[in-house]
């Protein structure tokens, strides 16, 4: 008897245990399978896609713009009094009362002074306007930075926000829709916290 315990009943036993090894190396070995498969899936769907980041930088061709109002309703005065006289690349300005203006035919019509414009002390009516890291100062719808000692007329970057326009700002129609314009700069109406308020959206390049 103790023979064939030996000869039939202990391989037997072994070969079992044999097998049942291989068999959960198998499973295990499926099971990581799988959990790779799983983990994979999650990386695929939570893979974000990102966007281009907004134009800083929109230039609108002056033959496409549309005035609403065929001629621009012309400011003049016969004298400008206590007026101090600025030359910017061989044009004077005349500025007197937080306005600036030019001679022409006897009268002095005010405008708007250019990119570059530089004055020594800013209008009394200006307004500081923080965007991007930059510090404006607008006044009457013309945007200053500080260089030194002066301020500068630059253009301000898309995307700045001012909550009023000045008095005689125009509305002009690009590509069928609507948009608000002075010194060349294009505002669009917007709300901002509830109040109202002018985004800059471009700018108009003269042709």
Do not use: C, W
């Not at 202990?10 to 245990?17: C, G, N, R």
């Not at 500081?128 to 253009?155: H, L, P």
């Amino acid at each position: 008897m103790k023979t064939f315990i030996k000869i039939f009943v202990l391989p037997s036993l072994f070969i079992v245990a044999i097998s049942t090894q291989v068999s959960g190396q198998t499973r295990r070995s499926s099971t990581t399978n799988a959990n790779k498969k799983v983990t994979t899936t999650t990386r695929v769907t939570t893979t974000k896609t990102t966007t281009a980041p907004k134009s800083t930088d929109r230039r609108v061709s002056s033959t496409k713009v549309i005035y609403k109002t065929p001629k621009k309703k012309v400011v003049s005065v016969r004298s400008v009094p206590n007026r101090t006289v600025i030359n910017h690349k061989g044009q004077n300005y005349y500025y007197s009362n937080n306005k600036y203006y030019t001679q022409s035919r006897g009268h002095y019509i005010v405008i708007p002074p250019k990119v570059g414009f530089r004055i020594n002390v800013l209008p009394s009516n200006y307004k500081r306007v923080y965007f991007n890291n930059r510090n404006y100062f607008n006044a009457g719808g013309i945007f200053y930075i500080q260089i030194n000692n002066q301020y500068e007329v630059v253009e301000p970057e898309v995307g700045t926000v001012v909550y009023e326009l000045p008095n005689d700002y125009e509305k002009v129609v690009i590509d069928g829709l609507t948009y608000y314009e002075y010194a060349n700069v294009l505002y669009e109406k917007v709300q901002v916290n509830g109040a109202r308020a002018y985004e800059v959206v471009g700018i108009i390049e003269i042709n």
